[in-house]
C-alpha cells in the first residue's frame, strides 16, 4: 500500500525542519511506501522557503502552494489533486504528533479497515472544548471514536465519497461512517507546540464548529428523507393551526367574543404548515435526482473498471 501523507501549513516555518528530519527518519527505518504533499496554504513567513529546501533534500517529497489562505479543507482537497497513493494522511505541521506514529496507521489499513483516526494521549490545550465537541459528534452521529479532530488515515474511496466543504475537513469521521465505511482509532502522544501559533482558538471557533456540526447533522439525516423533516414540522403547524381556529370560531359563535388576532395567527400557522409541507415534497424530489445520478454515476464507473481490466489483460 503506498500512502500519501497530506499537510496543510501555514505559517509554520519553525516547524518544517524539523518535521522533514523526523518523516525522513521514519521512511527509512519502516521501509513503507509513502510519499508527502505540503500545501502550503498562503503562508506570509518562510514556509514555502524551507518547504522548497526540503523538497530538493528529499526525493518523497511534494510541494504545492496557495497564493492565498483558503483554510485546511481547501488545502486538503489541493493535496489529494496531487497524491497518487492508495490511501491518504491527514497529518498536521505542528509537531504536535509524531512522525513516527504513522506506521500505526498503516498496519490498521492493513488489516482492512477503512479510516483510522488518532487517539491522543495526553494533555493538551482546549481539552475542555475538545471532549465537549467529541462527546456531542459521537451522540449525534453514533460513533466511538474519542478524538474526531486529530490525525487520521484512510483509502482513497473515502475522499471519492464525502464532501470537502469549507471547514468541513472535521467531519470527515462521521461522513465517512454514514457512508458505511469501517471506522477505528490508534492511540498517539500529544506533543506540545514548540514553534507558532495554534490556528484554531478563540469563540468563534467553537460558534462555527457547533453550527456546521448541525448541518451536517441535517445533510447526513434529514437530507436524505426531507419529507420527514418537513412534513413533521408542516403537520405540527397544521394541527396548532387547526385548534386555534377552532378555539376563534368558538368564542366568536358561542362566546360572542371577536379577536382578531387568533385569526391571523391561524391563517399563519396554516399557510406555514402547507408551504412546509411543499418543501418537503420538493426536497423528496430532489433527493430522488441525486440518488438517480449517483446511480448512474456508480454504473458509470464499474463500466470504467471494466474497461481497465479489459485492457490490462490485453
Known sequence: MKLSVVIPAHNEEGNIPILMKELDEMIRSSGLDIEVVLVDDGSTDRTLEQAKEAEKKYPWLKVVRHGKKMGVSHA??????????????????????????????????????????????????????????????????????HTMNSVKAFRK?????????????????????EAGFTVTEVPIKHRPRLYGESKYKGLGRVIVGVLDLMAVKFQLSFSQKPLLLFG???????????????????????QH??????????????????????????????????????????????????????????
Open 76 to 145: 486538503l482537497k489541493t493535496g489529494f489533486r496531487v497524491a497518487t497513493g492508495d490511501a491518504y494522511m491527514f497529518f498536521p505541521a505542528d509537531l504536535q504528533v509524531g512522525a513516527d506514529e504513522i506506521p500505526k496507521f498503516v498496519e490498521k489499513l492493513e488489516e482492512g479497515w477503512d479510516l483510522v483516526c488518532g487517539w491522543r494521549q495526553g494533555k493538551y490545550e482546549k481539552a475542555f472544548v475538545s471532549n465537549v465537541y467529541n462527546a456531542l459528534t459521537r451522540k449525534l452521529f453514533g460513533l466511538h471514536i
Open 157 to 177: 474511496e473515502v475522499v471519492d465519497r464525502i464532501p470537502l466543504r469549507k471547514d468541513w475537513h472535521r467531519y470527515i469521521v462521521p461522513f465517512a461512517y
Open 232 to 254: 413533521t414540522l408542516g403537520g405540527i403547524s397544521l394541527i396548532i393551526g387547526t385548534i386555534v381556529g377552532l378555539v376563534a370560531l368558538y368564542m366568536r359563535y358561542v
Open 257 to 314: 367574543i371577536g379577536y382578531r388576532p387568533l385569526i391571523y395567527l391561524t391563517m399563519l400557522l396554516i399557510l406555514l404548515g402547507v408551504s412546509l409541507f411543499s418543501m418537503g415534497f420538493l426536497g423528496e424530489i430532489i433527493a430522488n435526482i441525486r440518488d438517480e445520478m449517483e446511480m448512474r454515476f456508480e454504473k458509470l464507473e464499474r463500466e470504467l473498471q471494466k474497461l481497465r481490466s479489459d485492457g490490462d489483460e490485453k
